[in-house]
């Protein structure tokens, strides 16, 4: 597609259960990142693939948070026994290259908003 | 760690008119690379403008542009003839050459009257 597409749009669910989030960056991109949006924290870095590797996993908020990536492609993130202070919106973005010169632009898809009852 | 702060939580402009959206940063780096996203109510993030640090050149796409003080650590973002599809909100990022994933401020909320 032409830009970055995640899904489900929107998702709630209840306390407890385990909940999947997709992303699928803009084609040919190696580069993907997610991001939490909520109103408390503001925008917050989760983790980064360059690939199909992630190299630091540090900014995933939980052990209860886990995120793959196949193909170098769509990549999942995972939030297992979901928590209220999940609900928030988990953005998706994409760049041509990661590395670590920074000049790559990040374009970001829509997000999912997740709500957590 | 870098911290980006923007201070106006909310900016009011009248439709044509100019309006400024303040962003400081802190960091001890020298190079790094800085960004505005726009984010409207379909809560998609769009890439407005972005600068290198180490131009002194500052960036400006159509209507839009900077005024990057390095020294001062700061980098506004001047919006010319407002128009109301510029109501969004807009968001100051920092992204170190070392790291992977963008620090943001709170952003402004920016309100176009027609």
């Known amino acids: 597609g032409a830009g970055v597409s995640q899904s489900p749009s929107n998702k709630v669910t209840e306390k407890g259960k385990d909940v999947e989030l997709r992303c699928d960056p803009i084609s040919g991109h190696t580069a993907l990142y997610w991001y939490r949006q909520s109103l408390g924290q503001g925008l917050e870095f989760l983790i980064y693939f360059q690939g199909n590797s992630a190299p630091d996993k540090s900014g995933l908020p939980s052990d209860r948070f886990s995120a793959e990536r196949t193909g170098g492609s769509v990549s999942t993130l995972t939030i297992q026994r979901t928590q209220q202070e999940d609900s928030a919106v988990y953005l998706c973005?994409?760049?041509?290259?990661?590395?670590?010169?920074?000049?790559?632009?990040?374009?970001f898809g829509p997000g999912t908003r997740l709500l957590v009852l | 760690a870098q911290t980006v702060t923007q201070s106006q939580p909310e900016m009011s402009v009248q439709e044509a008119e100019t309006v400024t959206l303040s962003c400081t940063y802190d960091?001890?780096?020298?190079?790094?690379?800085l960004f505005w996203y726009k984010q409207p109510p379909s809560r998609q993030m769009i890439l407005v403008i972005r600068q290198e640090a180490y131009k002194q050149q500052n960036a400006t796409e159509n209507r839009f542009s900077v005024n990057f003080q390095k020294a001062a650590k700061s980098f506004s973002l001047k919006i010319s003839d407002s128009q109301l599809g510029d109501a969004a909100m807009y968001f100051c990022a920092y992204r170190s050459v070392y790291a992977d994933g963008l620090t943001f401020g709170k952003g402004t909320h920016l309100i176009i009257q027609p």
């Open positions: 960091t001890s780096e020298s190079d790094y690379y």
């Open positions: 973005a994409s760049s041509l290259d990661g590395g670590t010169g920074g000049r790559e632009t990040q374009y």
